[in-house]
């Protein structure tokens, strides 16, 4: 899985989302993640196909919403986001949530049929705390490929990355620019502007520092590069030290997640 990827939610506009994936492609990313629940899968796949790379170099992601996670619903709902997106089958697909229809015993199974059938090449789950994850490894045939949760320098997940490293799973990052709110921080910002780099670009760097997937979400051409070119900036151990120490907790999508997701 391609450790920086484009992240889609609320790029609503089917226009503007089939452009910034179509950039995105073209510029070197291969890793789209989107989800039922963004309402955007289908201009996401017009990007696809829109761009001058095969669909085989692309690893696509999407997510079964929490109202579609009956064993029925994941097998109808997941065959109709292939259809949108325009493939005959995803690189991973997620419980995006450990709620609503979530049953672990009902659902998971659901998502291993869809492996045998070649739907998704991939099972992945996403704001799942350690606990949750166990409990579906346990159920699962396939094993579980990856987990999503909100990481970034205010919501660092040092107890979940030390968890996915000890049960061999992958650790992604979404809102890793916390939504905006990496460019208010005096640490990103020093650090970046001695770099001649943007905090965004700071603020994924430290991701991948931690061996944590980024998808942060971009519209314009100009977002799309600047997050592109963070993959060239090294950060000093002084730095990353830094940053390890900023004290700021801020989640911005899930208050509810475990107590030791800001450290
Ligand atoms: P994010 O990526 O942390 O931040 C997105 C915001 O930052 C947008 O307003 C974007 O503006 C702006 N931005 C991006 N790059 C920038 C740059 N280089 N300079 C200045 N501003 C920049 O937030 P997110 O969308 O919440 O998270 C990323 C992705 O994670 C989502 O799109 C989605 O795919 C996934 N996600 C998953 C879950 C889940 O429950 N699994 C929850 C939330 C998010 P523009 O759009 O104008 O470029």
């Not at 997050?227 to 090294?234: A, I, T």
Request: proline content about 5%; glycine content about 6%; hydrophobic content about 40%.
């Amino acid at each position: 899985m391609p450790m920086l990827g484009l992240g889609t939610w609320k790029n609503e506009d089917p226009t503007q989302c089939a452009e910034s994936v179509r950039v995105a492609l073209e510029m070197g990313y291969r890793h789209i993640d989107t989800a039922q629940i963004y309402g955007n899968e289908a201009a996401v796949g017009e990007g696809i196909d829109a761009a001058a790379v095969d669909r085989e170099e692309v690893f696509l992601a999407t997510k079964v919403w929490i109202s579609n996670l009956t064993p029925e619903d994941v097998i109808a709902t997941t065959e109709a986001s292939l259809e949108k997106l325009g493939v005959d089958a995803v690189d991973l697909l997620y419980v995006h949530w450990p709620a609503g229809e979530y049953d672990p015993d009902e659902t998971l199974p659901a998502f291993d049929e869809l492996v045998d059938r070649g739907l998704t090449a991939r099972v992945g789950v996403s704001n799942f705390e350690p606990h949750h994850v166990e409990r579906a490894m346990d159920v699962l045939d396939t094993p579980v490929f990856a987990n999503q949760v909100e990481t970034h320098p205010f919501c660092k997940q040092s107890a979940l990355r030390e968890h996915a490293a000890e049960h061999g799973y992958e650790l992604v990052g979404y809102s890793p620019l916390a939504r905006g709110s990496v460019f208010d921080n005096d640490v990103l910002q020093d650090i970046a502007a001695t770099h001649d780099a943007s905090p965004a670009q700071v603020s994924l760097a430290w991701l991948a520092e931690k061996g944590v997937t980024s998808i942060p979400k971009a519209t314009s051409e100009a977002h799309i590069r600047d997050n592109w070119e963070s993959r060239s900036l090294e950060l000093s151990t002084g730095e990353i030290a830094r940053i390890d120490a900023i004290e700021r907790h801020h989640r911005e999508v899930n208050p509810d997640f475990g107590p030791d997701a800001w450290d």
